[in-house]
């Protein structure tokens, strides 16, 4: 890990020179043709802080607070339009630097001095820039917002984001100090300081008002059209062999857990935040049941194509004693709403318990690692048997009706007649289109965090994926703007993508039909009775429509 440490340090210096970090040097320097010593320590210190704090905290505070996030980049911008404010008008400095001396005079009587009061000064400026900024992101800073995004926070990605971080500070302190001495003690420079304060004040402002408008993030892809190869040299930079292992090893995909074994005491079901179909139940007040675990998602093509046979399976035995859990795993956030689980609870004519799991502690517990996975539970409590994935409904089935049998009951009902739909038939793997697990990506510009345009290829390969347009990419979808286009070539019978819309009614042009939208799901773009070589091309025609993941059926 030390060496993903050192990378990250690498990233963090190496991010001065992006892009998207040019937005913020107006603001960093305009800070600095004011106050003393200490105040380009505290602008970094500030800087680097928040943007820990934020890049780390963000999703945690949205779950414990009814928190907007872009509240907190409200505030910022306005705090930016308030210095900006003091530097234009000087009659607002005194005021600006009293209030500042009250704010540390609550601190501590031992911060009096004026750099004191410099140092504090900077911070608030810092603490501002760190919330607004969204570098440019390579691997390192993809895989710590997906793992934050996911509240999957341990030490090593706090002590990771922390390296990247401090690698950012070195720059930013170097810059701000020269700024400092180039503005007040240079001859020429200290002349028109006045000029050069007010100027910087309106360039603040003018910033404020473009982070309320979203208009940053324009600017951001602008440089970055000016600037292309930045994003690729940063990639390649995080892209070595080594990197790639350890930032697998630090997302958990190298996990050594054999979830295949069986005969060991089921672990139990923890963390739950809701149940739906029943009371809260336990696996020790169902010992002398059979229990069948069911870890699904409501958005999952595969687990959807199960869950005929586990419904039938619950109303087939439930009278010889078999229990069905489902236990919902969220995959994507807005899956973790009660009102749309008990949506696909009645939309799929589900009637056995459903525990909704959004922090993943009973998955956790489990070690579990797919949708869908089933654990069957004997009437001791030990799990017996474990599938992964689709098919195989008949085995499964035998090994429920062998522990019904051995824990007394007399099984009589025939086995399910329930068609298999597992596909048959190579199709194109199932494609996210979140930063965090993006594949396959295929656009004439790399991908990146945050806003950006895109254009299509001349040829789209076998399954790729394209965007055209203006897109806004986060962890775990991208969001078009109007007009913007998503292109896919495809192998399979059957194509489905999960869509939420801004609000019900909007639409989406799939090749020449126009589909409407209600909720977040998903949705059947294609369908065909055999399996076939073709392309989509997808048209939004509202704003703010997000897409997370394709998948396929033959």
């Known amino acids: 890990m030390i060496i993903l440490f050192v990378f990250a340090f690498v990233s963090g210096l190496a991010t001065i020179l992006a892009p998207c970090i040019w937005p913020l040097l107006p603001i960093v320097l305009s800070a600095t043709t004011t106050g003393g010593k200490g105040k ?3 602008i970094t210190v500030g800087i680097v802080l928040s943007f820990s704090v934020v890049t780390l905290a963000l999703s945690y505070l949205v779950k414990i607070l009814p928190l907007d996030p872009d509240v907190l980049r409200f505030v910022a911008a306005f705090i930016i339009t308030v210095l900006g404010f003091v530097l234009i008008i000087p009659q607002l400095t005194a005021h600006f630097e009293a209030a ?31 919330v607004i900024w969204a570098p440019c992101a390579g691997p390192i800073l993809a895989t710590i917002a997906t793992l934050a995004a996911t509240r999957s926070v341990s030490w090593e990605v706090t002590i990771l984001t922390l390296f990247y971080a401090a690698g950012v500070g070195v720059p930013l302190f170097a810059l701000t100090v020269l700024g400092q001495k180039l503005f007040q003690r240079s001859k020429f420079m200290n002349r028109y300081l006045r000029r050069i304060q007010q100027v910087f004040g309106a360039v603040m402002i003018a910033t404020a008002v473009m982070i309320v408008t979203n208009y940053d993030k324009v600017l951001q892809v602008k440089l970055l059209d000016a600037f292309p190869s930045y994003t690729t040299w940063l990639v390649d930079l995080e892209s070595t062999p080594v990197v790639q292992d350890q930032l697998d090893e630090l997302r958990g995909v190298n996990d050594a857990v054999d979830v295949t074994t069986t005969g060991y005491a089921a672990p139990d079901i923890i963390g739950i935040a809701n149940w739906l179909n029943s009371e809260p139940l336990t696996l020790d007040e169902l010992r002398g049941k059979v229990v069948l675990i069911d870890f699904w998602t409501y958005t999952c093509i595969n687990c959807i194509r199960t869950l005929p046979h586990v419904q039938g399976w619950y109303e087939q035995y439930q009278d010889d004693g078999l229990v069905v859990i489902g236990v919902h795993s969220p995959e994507f956030e807005f899956e973790k709403d009660t009102g749309n689980v008990q949506n696909a609870i009645d939309m799929y004519g589900l009637t056995y318990p459903v525990a909704q799991d959004n922090d993943f502690a009973t998955w956790k517990n489990y070690n579990n690692r797919y949708w869908p996975a089933k654990y069957l539970i004997d009437a001791k409590g030990n799990i017996r048997y474990t599938h992964f994935g689709e098919g195989e409904y008949d085995k499964t089935e035998n090994a429920i009706r062998a522990l019904l049998a051995e824990a007394g009951a007399t099984v009589t009902n025939d086995m399910q007649d329930l068609p298999d739909e597992t596909p048959v038939y190579a199709t194109t793997p199932e494609t996210y289109l979140g930063l965090g697990r993006i594949d396959r990506f295929a656009s004439n510009e790399p991908i990146q965090y945050g806003v950006g345009d895109y254009s299509l290829p001349d040829v789209l390969p076998l399954h790729g994926v394209a965007f055209n347009g203006s897109w806004d990419v986060e962890s775990q979808y991208a969001e078009a703007n109007v007009g913007a286009q998503l292109r896919l070539h495809f192998k399979a019978a059957d194509v489905f993508l999960v869509i939420k819309p801004a609000g019900e009614g909007d639409t989406i042009t799939v090749n020449d039909e126009i589909i409407t939208l209600d909720t977040e799901r998903l949705y059947q773009l294609y369908s065909s009775t055999t399996v076939v070589d073709d392309e989509l091309t997808i048209t939004f025609n509202d704003p703010s429509t997000q897409v997370f993941a394709f998948t396929f059926g033959s």
């Open 100 to 130: 500042v001396s009250r704010l540390v005079g609550t601190v501590g009587q031992r911060f009096t001095k004026r750099s004191d009061n410099d140092w504090w000064s900077g911070f608030v400026t810092g603490l501002a820039c760190g």
């Open 40 to 42: 380009p320590l505290g």
